[in-house]
């Protein structure tokens, strides 16, 4: 039987991560479970939902797309030190040969979203 290449891992986590304290610019960005979640929709409308590779031009098409849904809990342990909470995004793909192929030699571990966002202060203290 061929392997499947399925793979599924948090695409976003919601809400800041208490691991990170600043970026590599200076700023702590994260978004809010709301906010994530009308994300993850739009990511998947009219055919927006596009995998490369690394963010670089020409990749597109690494992965099919087949699950993508935010996580409603509990707590699910994976038993690695990751932990999916409520609220984080969840991607499964199906990866081409080649990505399947970095994927298993361990130099692609995980989805990296690529967007446009607007920062705003963190009201919050």
């Known amino acids: 039987m061929p392997e499947q290449r399925y ?35 739009s990511f998947l409308q009219d055919g927006g ?14 992965a099919t797309v087949v ?5 409603r809990g509990p707590d699910w342990d994976l038993g690695d030190g990751t932990v999916v909470k409520a609220g984080d995004w969840l991607v499964g793909a199906i990866l081409d040969e080649p990505a399947w192929q970095l994927y ?3 130099r692609i571990t995980g989805f990296s979203p690529q967007g446009m966002a607007r920062r ?6």
Request: no cysteine; hydrophobic share 35%; glycine share 16%.
């Open 120 to 125: 705003i202060p963190n009201r919050s203290s």
């Open 104 to 106: 298993k030699s361990g």
């Open 49 to 62: 939902a596009q995998v490369g590779i690394g963010h670089v031009d020409g990749t597109t098409g690494a």
């Open 67 to 71: 699950e993508s849904y935010i996580w």
């Open 7 to 41: 793979v599924l891992g948090i695409a976003y986590q919601a809400g800041p991560d208490p691991r990170i304290q600043r970026g590599a610019d200076g700023g702590r960005d994260f978004f809010t479970p709301a906010e994530l979640e009308k994300a993850a929709w």
